[in-house]
């Protein structure tokens, strides 16, 4: 499910610190969960951030 975005993982010491972007929030809570699983990781500061792609306009919607 995140094959394909961009974040970046730093550790400092048992601390982790996540950054990049990706398109829905929760992509960025799944990261998190899955740092939270690696052996070690005490503290994970989450700094990921969400760009929601624009959504298509249905054909008959129109803009007032």
């Known amino acids: ?11 400092v010491g048992n601390d982790c610190i ?11 809570w799944l990261a998190e969960d899955i740092v939270a699983d690696a052996p070690g990781v005490l503290q994970i500061k989450n700094e990921i951030n969400v760009i929601n792609k ?3 306009l249905a054909e008959n919607f129109y803009e007032i």
């Open 1 to 11: 499910m995140l094959k394909g975005e961009k974040i970046f993982i730093s550790l």
């Open 54 to 56: 624009p959504e298509r």
């Open 18 to 28: 996540l950054k990049g972007t990706v398109d829905a929030l929760e992509k960025k």
